[in-house]
Each structure stands twice: as structure tokens, then as C-alpha cells.
């Protein structure tokens, strides 16, 4: 299919056929063969004015804190209020084979075959940051679909997850009732981050699960809440991070989970914050994608795949530092760019 015929049949597609074209879609997105590359860039600019009208909630946890319980039980309670919600699941890849399980869709049993929702499992494939490559480009597919609710859930390996709060609305941070000490609690990275910290599983020890609201709550404050000094105030017209409690196998707490995030998305469009954090999305999108090309040409330039197996040698065997031969190729590829001009 076309690019124009893949736009149309996502924007304007019915049930079966809207689903068959996002999936091309995402697919082709996905592709690192120049040609679908330029394809995609083709669709994505056809689908643009249909985006931007969606919620976008990413959500991390370490792993076994129940990130696809959580957004299934979450799922099948937008869905019942009227929504239409898109999962976007990324799993975690083999570093030995580069395979993955892919298996968050398998999990989330009731809500991926519901017809209000659709789940895109995709693999990490070594990137950084706990999302795919191409997740902020599956977001905009989802929004020109008609999803009025984008869930990104992450990998989920660690405090370096980082990525998806640079490409949701709201960051939220799933954490079990015992996950460590207050010096665990406050260890800087994914926990600084989060808009909202919600405590999963205190059905199974709810005293551990108010002693860890405690802490994090308290965490949060001394963290200095995201770095801004005037939350250090309390002001109702500003959000708070919030730290609350659920169970997501049980179904408890996804209401008073919802209305936390209704309640931060009205207090960040009224403070233009929303629209703000967009913008800096969108050109800090642009400039990955201007590095990612760089890194691409760099490896693909012809003057630097001549000179790299000699370095590339002399930097195994011992004969070259490392950074005075990265130095040399780049410094190859550089004139070989004067010298185009």
C-alpha cells in the first residue's frame, strides 16, 4: 500500500481494515531500509493533523511490579467510560540472539481482543531508555486512529528508564510495597521523573504498602519535586507528584488512579505547561532523529569503511588508544564532507 492509501485507511478505516493498516503502518515505521524510511516520513506528515488529540501516559516499573496487570485493569475501565485506548508494550531484547518474547499482549488477555483497544508489542532492540526506536512515531499513528488514551509502557529494568517521560504528557512509576529502604527511595533517575508513584500490589501487605506512601511521599519533597523550587509551596493551580495506592488484580484503585491523571492534565493545560512540554518534545524528537542519521552516515560513509578495519585492529591489538582512532575516522569523515561542498 501507498503511504496516502496507509494514511486513509488509518484515519478513515472501519474496525478490521483500520487495524490491518495501523499495523502496515507501524511495520513499515519500523523498517530501517531507506526506502521504507522515506515512505514513512511520507506518512507520518499525511497523518499529522490528524494527531495531537490524545493522552499520552507512559508507564515504568521494575520488572514483576505488574506494569500489564495495571494497564489492562486500566484499559477495561477507560474503555467502560467511553475511551478508546492504545498499549504500546515494549519488550525487553535477547543481548546474545537480539530475539524477543514479546509477550505483555499475551498477558493483557481480556483487553487485546476488546474492539475499543489496541496493543502494538515491539522490542527494544538494544535502545536505551526502556522504549523503542520508534514508539513516538506508533504514538501518532494511534492518535490518527482515533485512541484517545496512548499507554507506552516500558521495559522495565531500572532507574535508567528515562526515555518515555520525554515523549508522554504523564510519567507514571509503578513501585511494589517492599522495594527497598528511604535511601532506596530516594536514589535520583526514573524516581525524580515521575508525575505520579503508585504503589501496586498493597492488597498483599498493606502496611508495607502505607510505610513505602510514606516514604516516597517524603522522597519526592526532598528530591525538590522535579527541581522546581515553587513546588517546595503548595499551590493548587500547580501539580503535586502524588504518590497512591492499588490493586491492580483486584480492580482497586484504577478509578482514584484516572481521576489523579484527569486532575494533572487540567492543571497542566490551564498553566500552558501542557503545550510547552509538547513543543520541547517535538524538537527534542528532531534532534534524535538528526544524531540517529549521523550515526548512519558516519558507518555508511565509504572513506570511513575503508579506513576503519586497519583502526579498528590497531585499537584490538593495543596500538591505538581508542578515542585517538575514533578521533582519526571522524576527522576522515569530516573532510570527506569539506570536500563534497
Not at 494511534?142 to 499507554?151: K, L, S
Request: net charge neutral; aromatic share 4%; hydrophobic share 45%.
Amino acid at each position: 500500500m501507498s503511504p496516502q492509501a496507509l494514511a486513509q485507511g488509518i484515519v478513515d478505516g472501519q474496525a478490521m481494515a483500520q487495524r490491518r493498516a495501523m499495523a502496515k503502518a507501524i511495520t513499515l515505521l519500523e523498517s530501517t531500509r531507506a526506502d521504507h524510511r522515506a515512505q514513512a516520513d511520507e506518512l507520518l506528515t499525511a497523518l499529522l493533523p490528524h494527531t495531537g488529540r490524545a493522552l499520552r501516559l507512559g508507564i515504568s516499573g521494575v520488572p514483576g511490579v505488574g506494569k500489564s496487570t495495571f494497564i489492562e485493569a486500566l484499559g477495561l475501565y477507560l474503555i467502560g467510560q467511553g475511551h478508546r485506548v492504545a498499549v504500546l508494550a515494549v519488550d525487553p531484547s535477547s543481548s546474545v540472539s537480539g530475539g524477543s518474547i514479546l509477550g505483555d499482549k499475551t498477558r493483557m488477555e481480556r483487553l487485546s481482543v476488546h474492539e475499543r483497544a489496541y496493543i502494538r508489542p515491539s522490542p527494544s532492540s538494544g535502545t536505551l531508555g526502556g522504549v523503542a526506536e520508534k514508539t513516538r512515531e506508533a504514538m501518532l499513528v494511534c492518535e490518527a486512529a482515533g485512541y484517545d488514551v496512548v499507554i507506552v509502557e516500558t521495559v522495565g529494568v531500572g532507574q535508567s528508564e528515562t526515555a518515555v517521560h520525554g515523549m508522554t504528557d504523564m510519567f507514571c512509576l509503578l513501585q511494589l510495597p517492599n522495594a527497598g529502604d528511604d535511601l532506596q527511595a530516594i536514589k535520583k533517575g526514573v524516581m525524580e521523573l515521575a508525575d505520579l508513584v503508585v504503589i501496586n500490589k498493597a492488597d498483599l501487605d498493606p502496611d508495607a504498602a502505607t510505610r513505602a506512601q510514606a516514604q516516597i511521599t517524603s522522597s519526592l519533597r526532598l528530591l525538590g519535586l522535579h527541581g522546581h523550587p515553587e513546588h517546595m509551596h503548595h499551590d493548587e493551580r500547580i501539580w503535586h507528584p502524588q504518590v497512591i495506592r492499588i490493586s491492580a488484580l483486584r480492580g482497586q484503585g484504577v478509578a482514584d488512579f484516572w481521576a489523579q491523571v484527569q486532575t494533572f492534565s487540567r492543571l497542566q493545560q490551564d498553566s500552558g505547561r501542557w503545550q510547552h512540554k509538547r513543543q520541547q518534545q517535538a524538537r527534542a524528537w528532531m534532534w534524535e532523529r538528526i544524531d540517529a542519521g549521523l550515526r548512519e552516515a558516519f558507518r555508511q560513509h565509504a572513506a570511513v569503511r575503508q579506513k576503519l578495519p586497519a583502526l579498528s585492529d590497531a585499537v584490538l591489538q593495543g596500538r591505538q588508544v581508542p578515542s585517538a582512532a575514533a578521533r582519526e575516522l571522524l576527522a576522515v569523515f569530516l573532510r570527506a564532507q569539506e570536500q563534497a561542498c
